[in-house]
């Protein structure tokens, strides 16, 4: 499993989710993720099809499939439930 992660500079709920997703990387080294720029990182923001509704946050299976994605500020809580219900996928 793996979870892509969009965000901007100007997004203020980027912010937020910076250090939320900080300490659930640091619980669960296994994670991978991956961090793009909305305004850099141009080709991945149109394949996964990302509007300026940031922050936004794929998850993928281990083929590289999208499990689900979530966007704005969900709770820490919220987040370690999803990768707990996807993470042998």
């Known amino acids: 499993m793996k979870v892509l992660k969009f965000g901007a500079e100007w997004c203020s709920g980027c912010l937020v989710m910076r250090p939320r997703w900080a300490e659930i ?3 669960l080294p296994w994670l991978k993720t991956e961090m793009y720029d909305y305004d ?11 509007n300026q509704n940031l922050p936004t946050f794929i998850f993928l299976d281990k083929n590289g499939n999208e499990i ?3 966007g704005g500020e ?5 987040l370690l439930a999803l990768i707990e219900e996807h993470k042998d996928k």
Do not use: A, D, G, Q
């Open 68 to 70: 689900t994605r979530l």
């Open 40 to 50: 850099k990182n141009k080709e991945m923001v149109e394949k996964h099809k990302i």
């Open 25 to 27: 990387e640091k619980e």
């Open 74 to 78: 969900p709770s820490k809580k919220e």
